[in-house]
């Protein structure tokens, strides 16, 4: 059973990237920028490219789909880059290329806030795709860089789903309707992406699940064949969010970046600054094989469940990352 | 009688300082940013260093009012400094105090499109002032650098005069009843800047005057006398707007930055890409006297003339470019 998983943000370590194996891990999309500046980004992928050097045997850069191929083939876990917000391509649409060039695969409009692209779901107001953001779409679309909307608010999401001439992706979020989080996609917002061919990733987040830390397997199990039948089984996957081993300063950056002097507790609270402990069933990597028994325990097909696991990100990834039709 | 221009963007050289010096202008606000990032901006103030180095007899760098003074004294233009846009301070609100440092005194919220702070007039949408634009307007009041709100829509203008708790500015625009250009601003728009204090600086770019490079003296005097009466006399100032022997490829370079691979013409049209020729009566800075003799012809009294031509933007620069009061 091939497994993706289409966001992480773990503070990487060998230990990590052993679990990863030990869970099977064939694919990971792993976040690279939050708020950092193109400069900083760089130094983000050359952390990686010291952590391929030095784990060679356990992960390796991934460009295309078939770098999955290969990374089952020799026992290792493909890692794909990503950012959280459009902050690496600073103002200059230039450095979608450069950025794609350099191994990025999605990049989120915005990360909750207004961004110069889009509105995210923080904001009190959401006016949609902006100038610059149809044109970046257009960009992205030429080079093969996915537009992400995990983080931004509903109209902006559906205007991108629209605007885009290739699928774009919800990596990790979940229905607002089995969870009502403000981070959550409400029904039509699942619908403007999936309908289009995009892809939704389900999140293992605690604040993104019903009940939080408290979630079932069975729940989270039923929400994932109910989104299924709803939005078809072959737009769904998993983007767990893992943040694994991340010190509670890591949230903040998170959440406050540059952007403030003040703190904002974003899905936390005063009382509840830091990262939420895991539910039992999917405390790390080496839990995913707890997801499939759970999907099979609610009688998700086997197929259905490949499709879920890894196969539909795997499809996607094999569309997505190459130079897109000239318009 | 004192002489203050709240908005220049020349091509600067000897020449021209030479004609502010020949048209007794006192103060200019020269914008040393559109597009611009923090290491650029730097750049920009290193080359006013320079120029401050060279030519010590005719220009100096303002900080406060007193400057003005000073300037005057000596027979020399106090040149006081401002962005277009926030790209100089990139994502990050402790550059603003960092970029007050180094002698910025006005920031646009926005230049025409969305920016991380605000909508630009140019956006379908404007959905006013973000949740970092407010964190950004309290640190700017907390320093002492003007909100100028320009380029942006008219919501985000209207929100911005009511966040700060210090009057804001309008460097460089006109009345839309008397030009209706899309940058010119509405009664409500103006209205709610200048009731709490603020200033608007009445623009010389043909783009933004009646019947453009045709426009008489006497039209654009009639337009300062019914606005005074409008909105108050000691509200309203010169804000030129002259971009003075720049090549076509500023105006390019101001239009499009690096939001677009595509040609934006902004206020020209692709048969009429360049800047636009001056109105006779003003030419550059030498025909600062034509306006003071075009009030008087239309009964504007000495007294006005004397606000409308520096007074009021020197009681603005007094109030202003110092620390606000801890709120």
């Known amino acids: 059973m091939m497994r993706v998983d289409a966001l992480q943000y773990a503070n990487w370590s060998e230990k990590i990237f052993r679990e990863m194996r030990a869970g099977g891990l064939n694919a990971v999309h792993v976040t690279i920028a939050y708020h950092e500046g193109f400069r900083e980004t760089v130094l983000n992928f050359e952390r990686w490219n010291t952590w391929f050097e030095r784990f060679p045997d356990l992960i390796m850069k991934g460009l295309t789909a078939s770098d999955i191929d290969r990374a089952r083939a020799s026992g290792r876990t493909a890692v794909f880059f990503g ?48 100038r610059m953001g149809r044109q970046v779409i257009k960009e992205m679309n030429r080079v093969g860089l996915v537009v992400d909307m995990s983080h931004s608010a509903d109209r902006s999401t559906i205007e991108a789903a629209e605007i885009s001439e290739r699928p774009i992706a919800i990596t990790h979020a979940n229905p607002h309707a089995w969870a009502p989080a403000l981070r959550n996609k409400r ?34 199990c039923a929400m994932v064949a109910e989104t299924a039948d709803k939005y078809g089984v072959d737009h769904i996957g998993i983007g767990s969010d893992l943040c694994q081993d991340q010190p509670d300063s890591v949230v903040e950056w ?3 970046g540059r952007w403030t002097k003040e703190i904002d507790y974003g899905e936390g609270s005063a009382g509840n600054p830091g990262f939420p402990p895991q539910p039992p069933w999917f405390r790390d990597n080496r839990d995913f094989g707890n997801i499939e028994r759970g999907l099979s325990a609610i009688g998700f097909g086997a197929e259905n469940i490949a499709k879920f696991m890894g196969g539909n990100w795997y499809r996607f990834f094999e569309t997505s990352f190459g130079p897109g039709e000239a318009t």
């Not at 959280?84 to 103002?91: H, R, T, Y």
């Not at 999605?106 to 110069?116: E, K, P, R, V």
């Open 254 to 256: 998170m959440r406050v």
């Open 187 to 220: 029904d039509d917002v699942i619908r403007a992406v999936t309908e289009k061919g995009g892809m939704i990733g389900f999140s293992l987040y605690p604040h993104h699940l019903r009940d939080k830390s408290d979630c079932t397997l069975e729940s989270f």
């Open 83 to 130: 950012f959280q917000n459009p902050s690496p391509m600073e103002d200059d649409i230039g450095l979608v290329e450069i950025l794609h060039t350099l191994g990025a695969r999605f990049m989120q409009l915005t990360y909750n806030n207004q961004s110069l692209l889009a509105a995210g779901c923080y904001e009190a107001e959401d006016s949609g795709v902006t």
